[in-house]
Every structure is written in structure tokens, then in C-alpha cells.
């Protein structure tokens, strides 16, 4: 395509997501999907760009109003992302000249706000829990995840699968706290990897992966994946079950329950049961009651620890929007909990940075339901052989209660987890 035309597209591209009526992701699929003839060089430009404008957003429409041309159009220049050259020669002598201005502007000299690129109601629960940490995450929100693969384990081991990969031209390191995980170097196109086709391997990022470690669920087990969503841990609990006992995936969303069937198909799993659920109240939950060993609720959340790769969330997210979350959450956190037998354990997740949608309702929970004793996350961390387990967790009063990943920390996504045991044989 002409470095002219791909501009053009970056720009269209841009204020359709600026537009911020659908999550970026879909629509930038849906761009995709309605221009079939985009190459992968050209898809990743597009895309690239557009994550840039998002990201750096308040930066951007700071230097903005000095350009001319459609606002769009300077955003996508500003966030272009490809060779210089490239951009150059689609662009008109005007607008070289005011890039090389913008060029000549000192980090240091700008604003808080255009530095950190953060809706105001967020940067302040940020600084509270970080401190001098807050500018390594703000670093660390600005640049795009890693891709993070899970094995397996139920047909294949992590080293072999490694080494496969590495004959096939893909270069991987181990995850340093799953013990599934394998960390890209580059983002391949995996549909095309044998490993992917049989099931071998899934992408999810390895602070997911820990919640499933964090469950345990064993051989012959009852398992509730309450909000279980296109089964990211659904396949990786599944698999620590051996494939045997019994794993419901419910899910209020019936579509996010069809995206998990071709995975489970190419899994090898038969031992998972998904279910669309009306509600958190529905009848198929009564009849499970006091019946489940374990319950994990991976919570609908602001997904405010995933904005490496969704950074739109922090235009889409508001004050509001989260405190209607945190309703939601602790409702369904009530009424997962009713499932579990005597003994059973229980574990709420969430991918948010936010204390009120985590140690909040986590504490409210405990507050509320003697018969739940919590479970220091840190101690089953370790116990599973986790390296350097109690640094990935925090909390009020050991510092162990929670897990708290952070991706400045962990190079993970934000996630927490709270963990606990109910009481009785
Ligand atoms: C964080 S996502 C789950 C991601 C999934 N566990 C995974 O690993 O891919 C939260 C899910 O909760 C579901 N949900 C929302 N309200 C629910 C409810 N009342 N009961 C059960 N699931 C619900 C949403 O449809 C969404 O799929």
C-alpha cells in the first residue's frame, strides 16, 4: 500500500476508535475483516498506530491544536508507527515541519497529565498504593504486552513444547512464576503452529495462568468456573484436573461460552460442562449448592490492569462505571460462595488495578461470611513452588493475603486474587 493510502487508512482507522462506541480490539478486527486485502505489515501499522493514539491521548491532543489538517489525521501521525521515512513520504511539507517542531519538545518540560496519559480519577488510587512506583507503571502501561503462551499439561510438557517451537523458528523463555508459561520474543501468527492446532499451547497472559495455579483443582474434583467467560481458565483448571471430575463454565454471556467450544475441541478436555446462566441467583446454581471442592469468580471488572493491550479501557472507564462494577461483583462473589462444600476454597480474581474492586471486596466478603476463612495467597504460592511467591502478593497485615501483580513488577497484566476456605468436614 502507498505510504499516502496507509496514512489515510491509520487516520480513518483512529476516529472510528475515537469514537469509543465499541472496544477497540473489535473494532479494529472489524476494520480488518471489512478490508481483506491488508497485509500483515500493514495490519500491524494500523493497528500499532491507533493503540498509540490511545495510549499517549492526552499528550496528543496537546499537540494537536498546532497541526493542521483533519484532528484524526495528526493524532495518526503523532502515533504512527512504522520507519520515519515511511511517514514522510505521505505526509505534506506542512505537516513535516510541524512534527519537527513537536520533535524539538523536551519530555521533561511537559505536564503531569500529558506524561501519564491518565484520566485524572484514576492517577490518584495509583499514587496512593505505588507511591515512586507510579512512574515505572505508567512506563510499563505505555508499552505492548509480551504474548504469553500456557501449555498444555495434559498431553505436553513445557520443555518439548519449547523445543518444538524453537524448530519451527519461534524463540521463547520460560515464564518465571508459571510453571506453563512461555514468553514470545516476537508475535507470531500461531494459527499456522502445529503446537497450536493440536492444543499444545494457548495464548494467555501468565498473571492469568497463576489464578488457575492459585485454585488447585485436583483429579476427580467439582469445579465451578463461575464467570468463565471464552475459557481462558477454564482449559488451564481442566487441564490440572487430569481431565477427570467435573468442571462447569457458566457464564451469563451465552456468545463468550461459543468462543470456548473450538478451544475445548482442540484442548482434549471432556471433563468441562459450560452453561449460560440467566443470572448469579439462576436455579442451576440452587441445585449445585453445597455440592462444589472448588469456586473461582473471575470477576467482570474495569479490566484497568489489561490497558497494555486494551488502553482504551481508560477512556471507557469512569467513577461510575466502577462503582456499578463493584455492586455486580460483590453479588456474585455472594452467591458463588453458596456453592461450595465444607473444606471447599474459594477465589475471587480480577484483572484491576483498583483497590475497590479487589482488597475492598475481598474484605467485605470476609466481613460478612465467618464460615469463609481466607487463605494467604502467598502460602499457596509457595507451596505449589512458585518462585519468589510473597513478592507477588500484598496486603494489609502480612503483606501475604493477596495476590497483587502489577506490570511494572511482574511483566504481567494487573490481577488480583483473594482466596478462602470454608469451614467444616
Ligand atoms: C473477566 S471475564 C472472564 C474471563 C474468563 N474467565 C477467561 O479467563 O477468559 C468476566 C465474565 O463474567 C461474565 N459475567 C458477568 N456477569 C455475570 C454473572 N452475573 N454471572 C456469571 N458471569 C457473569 C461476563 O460475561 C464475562 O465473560
Not at 257 to 264: E, I, N, Q, V
Request: hydrophobic share 40%; charged share 25%.
Amino acid at each position: 500500500m502507498h505510504p499516502k493510502a496507509l496514512l489515510d487508512a491509520c487516520a480513518e482507522l483512529v476516529a472510528l476508535t475515537l469514537k469509543f462506541d465499541h472496544p477497540a480490539d473489535s473494532i479494529v478486527s472489524h476494520y480488518f475483516r471489512s478490508h481483506r486485502s491488508l497485509g500483515p505489515r500493514e495490519r500491524a501499522t494500523l493497528a500499532e498506530t491507533v493503540y498509540a493514539v490511545l495510549r499517549k491521548k492526552l499528550l496528543f491532543d496537546h499537540f494537536a491544536p498546532s497541526g493542521s489538517g483533519p484532528k484524526e489525521r495528526r493524532l495518526a501521525i503523532l502515533g504512527f508507527y512504522g520507519p520515519r521515512d515511511f511517514l514522510m513520504s505521505a505526509m505534506t511539507d506542512q505537516e513535516k515541519n510541524w512534527l519537527g517542531q513537536i520533535d524539538t519538545v523536551k519530555t521533561a518540560d511537559l505536564m503531569e497529565r500529558h506524561r501519564h496519559n491518565l484520566p485524572e480519577w484514576l492517577v490518584q488510587p495509583l499514587k496512593e498504593q505505588l507511591g515512586d512506583e507510579f512512574w515505572p507503571l505508567v512506563e510499563a502501561l505505555n508499552q505492548p504486552a509480551p504474548l504469553d503462551l500456557r501449555v498444555n499439561i495434559l498431553n505436553d510438557k513445557r520443555p518439548e513444547v519449547q523445543k518444538e517451537l524453537k524448530t519451527a523458528g519461534i524463540k521463547s523463555t520460560i515464564t518465571p512464576y508459571s510453571p506453563w508459561g512461555l514468553r514470545l520474543a516476537d508475535k507470531p501468527q500461531l494459527a499456522k503452529v502445529d503446537a497450536f492446532a493440536r492444543g499444545a499451547i494457548e495464548v494467555q497472559d501468565e498473571g492469568s495462568q497463576l489464578l488457575a495455579l492459585i485454585l488447585d483443582a485436583k483429579r476427580g474434583e467439582m469445579v465451578v468456573d463461575f464467570c468463565a467467560g471464552a475459557g481462558g481458565k477454564t482449559l488451564a483448571i481442566g487441564a490440572t484436573m487430569r481431565n477427570t471430575g467435573r468442571l462447569y463454565a457458566f457464564d451469563t454471556a451465552a456468545h463468550r461460552l461459543d468462543a470456548l467450544k473450538p478451544r475445548l475441541a482442540r484442548s482434549g478436555l471432556s471433563n468441562v460442562h459450560p452453561a449460560a446462566i440467566a443470572h448469579e441467583r439462576d436455579e442451576r446454581i440452587k441445585r449445585l449448592a453445597g455440592k462444589i471442592d472448588r469456586v473461582i469468580v473471575d470477576a467482570p471488572c474495569s479490566g484497568l490492569g489489561t490497558l497494555r493491550r486494551n488502553p482504551d479501557l481508560k477512556w471507557r472507564q469512569s467513577p461510575q462505571s466502577v462503582a456499578e462494577m463493584t455492586v455486580k461483583q460483590a453479588a456474585i462473589l455472594q452467591s458463588a460462595a453458596r456453592l461450595l462444600k465444607p473444606g471447599g476454597r474459594l477465589l475471587y480474581a480480577t484483572c484491576s488495578i483498583l483497590p475497590q474492586e479487589n482488597e475492598a471486596i475481598a474484605q467485605a466478603f470476609s466481613a460478612a461470611n465467618s464460615e469463609f476463612t481466607p487463605l494467604p495467597v502467598a502460602e499457596i504460592l509457595s507451596n505449589l513452588k512458585v518462585e519468589a511467591a510473597a513478592s507477588l502478593c500484598s496486603g494489609p497485615q502480612t503483606g501475604q493475603e493477596y495476590l497483587r501483580l502489577w506490570p511494572h513488577r511482574h511483566a504481567t497484566d494487573g490481577f488480583f486474587a483473594a482466596a478462602w476456605q470454608r469451614s467444616g468436614t
